[in-house]
């Protein structure tokens, strides 16, 4: 009897050992591999990164912090695949635009890069954010029509509204801090477009949206400059997770009283019917309300997509906007030329003249300038995605499990693609210039399925906020404001330059 209780637990050790053996085995093969394939990929690894990622981010010169990092990184493999171990993380960094069309390209590679999930708090299944396929897609499908062209049309008196205000507020202005001041013109405006409400950001200061969204933003930003923070063990015993957690409860909250009046107004029951309907505005909300009812988005959805939208649309056209001002202040005989297309537009010159959607359509110089700033200064300089499979990319594989960073930033200046790639020049943009390079020469809006869904959005609300300014004043270099060639720019949320810029405005009439 106690011979056989004891061959039975020896047998049911053994088993358990062989079991364990097999389950390391597998792991330790996968592990083996991936390990093996990341360390073929020229780049660097864990030593360097722990014991000197910190003096590997440049504090000076034109580009600091990680941009600087990843510059220099890419320039000393000249622009090829290159890998970064970042602990057990393997990151493969693309730039030449035959192997971002591999990334990009590929409807496989849909899911986003772990760096995303710092938005995720907030946005949480929302277009730019969300990881399941089938959530995005029908998200996408909802969304897509909401921002067609004739939509559009209906925002250019919303933007110009609000750009009118910034004029008001610029003019005769020395010192314009360009970031603040255009930063709170769009937030106004996606705001507008987004809701259909108005949060009167650029009249006051005092308001608990704004603070709780520009909160959100500078924890973001925290957590880009300081690498430990980036990781959620850190962060979540930092005082910023409270911090981030209060504003994002906050807006959430405000976004479902919107939610809420808006479905009182258009009558829309529980089950999601209209019963009602009534004269609406084309505001996001509004159209995925009453025009997607039956099979729309339930309230969480609907509040990750609102969210998203503000945070994706708001940050990234004030920084395009931002730069364009600052690049036209530096070059004045580029200001002066888009002056002239303006002049020549609006020939009868009126204060209060609202530009119709064909007048946009005439815009093709300031266009040239919105795209050589979007090139010089892609508000989101990387993106990223994580690999389900093994990939291969030019001469090397990335392994699944790895993560591969398309830093557009550095194809943007890429001497290959653009002669003289610091220059500020539009003529970059001359229809037989862009006919001679590939489309993945230039993706400040990503490419393939997950491209930006606001871009055409970003394109009418840019060439009103700039026209309406710029057909009103002569912009300039303020006081203080640092030579072009000191121009140093770093990430944050988003593509910044380090130190504050101000601008003058002075009327041209
Ligand atoms: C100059 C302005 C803008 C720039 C440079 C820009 C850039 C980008 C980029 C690079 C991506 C792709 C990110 C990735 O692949 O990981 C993206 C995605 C996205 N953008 Fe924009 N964006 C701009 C304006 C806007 C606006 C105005 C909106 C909304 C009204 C918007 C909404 C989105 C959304 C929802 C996504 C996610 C799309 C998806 O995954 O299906 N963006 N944007």
């Known amino acids: 009897m106690f011979t056989t209780v004891d061959n039975i637990s020896s047998v049911r050790a053994s088993l358990v050992v062989a079991l364990l053996s097999t389950v390391l085995l597998l792991l330790w093969k996968t592990y083996y591999k991936f390990i093996q394939l990341g360390n073929r990929i020229p780049g660097i690894g864990v030593w360097n990164l722990a014991f000197g990622l910190m003096n590997q981010m440049p504090k000076d010169g034109p580009h600091v912090g990680l941009l600087g990092f990843l510059m220099n990184f890419v320039n000393s493999h000249e622009g090829e695949p290159c890998r970064i171990w970042l602990l057990n993380e393997l990151c493969v960094i693309l730039t030449k635009p035959k192997d971002i069309e591999v990334v990009l390209g590929n409807v496989k590679i849909f899911k986003k890069s772990g760096h995303y999930a710092m938005m995720k708090r907030l946005m949480g299944q929302g277009l730019f954010t969300a990881d399941d396929f089938a959530v995005w897609r029908r998200h996408r499908k909802i969304i897509t029509p909401t921002l067609h062209f004739n939509i559009l049309k209906d925002f250019v008196p919303i933007f110009y509204k609000q750009a009118t205000k910034l004029a008001n507020k610029t003019k005769d202005k020395e010192q314009v801090n360009i970031f603040s001041a255009v930063g709170l013109c769009t937030l106004d405006s996606i705001c507008n477009t987004a809701m259909g409400i108005n949060i ?111 945070l994706a649309g708001q940050e990234t056209t004030a920084t395009v906007n931002s730069f364009a001002l600052i690049m036209l202040a530096y070059h004045q005989n580029i200001q002066l030329k888009v002056q002239e297309e303006l002049d020549s537009i609006f020939e009868q010159w009126r204060e209060n003249d609202c530009p119709s959607f064909e007048d946009l359509q005439k815009m093709n110089y300031l266009e040239m300038v919105i795209k050589e700033t979007l090139r010089l200064f892609p508000a989101l300089p990387i993106i990223g995605r994580a690999l389900n499979e093994d990939l291969q990319v030019n001469n090397v594989t990335s392994p699944a499990g790895s993560t591969v960073g398309v830093f557009l930033y550095g194809t943007h200046r890429d001497p290959d693609l653009y002669p003289s790639p610091n220059d500020f020049n539009p003529d970059n943009f001359l229809p037989e210039r862009q006919s001679k390079r590939s489309n993945y020469s230039f993706v400040p809006f990503g490419a393939g399925i997950r491209n930006c869904i606001g871009q055409k959005y970003a394109m009418v609300q840019m060439k009103t906020i700039l026209s309406t300014l710029l057909r009103r004043y002569r912009v300039s270099p303020g006081s203080g404001s640092p030579p072009l060639d000191n121009l140093q720019l770093m990430i944050t949320s988003s593509l910044k330059p380090k130190h504050k810029i101000n601008l003058s405005f002075t009327p041209r009439r």
């Open 200 to 310: 009167f950001a650029q009249d006051s200061d005092n308001n608990t949206f704004l603070q709780d969204f520009y909160s959100i933003l500078k924890v973001w930003h925290t957590r880009m400059t300081n690498p430990w923070i980036m990781l959620d063990l850190m962060f979540n015993v930092s005082r910023y997770r409270e911090i981030h957690d209060n504003a994002a409860d906050r807006m959430k909250y405000f976004t479902n009283e919107i939610l809420h009046l808006k479905r009182d107004k258009y009558g829309v029951n529980k089950s999601g019917v209209t019963v009602r309907s009534e004269s609406r505005s084309t505001a996001f909300l509004d159209m995925m309300l009453t025009c997607w009812s039956e099979h729309g988005l339930s309230d969480t959805e609907l509040k990750d997509e609102i969210i998203t939208l503000i």
